[in-house]
């Protein structure tokens, strides 16, 4: 069975990831991915690199928990999270969630409501490094609004 959760340094594979969550389950019709890159720009000010930090065992059991949630909510067979912590550079890969279901619908859902999810609720602190000096990333009233689609209160406004 393939891990749900991996908080790692390492960059991953997309297609070895698919690949390993489609594993001998003949009932996969649709996989959907999202994979989230560090932008070299942010509020408008350019981006050297972005340190992520998190709280282990914590961090990993909030995204647990995201997964529970979006298997109650959704018709899917499976989902893989991947977050990467410690120094990453403009165009790195920074998360990856995938999903699968029978029906392409449930699977565009669920993926859409974890990546809302994790920017919101998952326990991770960004810093940036810019040209005017290392800043810490706040959390943004417009991902508690994309949170609030799916009927839960986000925290940052």
Known sequence: MTERVSIQVDDFDLSAEVAQL???????????????????????????????EHYP??????????????????DILGARVIHRVGVLQPMDQIVLVVVTSAHRGESFQACEFLMDYLKTQAPF???????????WVDARVSDDAALQRWGIAGQNA
């Open 22 to 52: 489609r594993e001998r389950n003949p009932g996969v019709g649709a996989v959907c991915s999202l994979v989230g890159t560090v932008r070299d720009r942010n509020d408008g000010q350019g981006v050297h690199s972005m340190e992520l």
């Open 125 to 135: 602190w960004k810093k940036e490094q810019t040209p005017a000096g290392a800043r």
């Open 57 to 74: 065992g914590m961090t990993e059991k909030a995204i647990e928990a995201m997964i529970d949630e979006a298997h109650r909510r959704f």
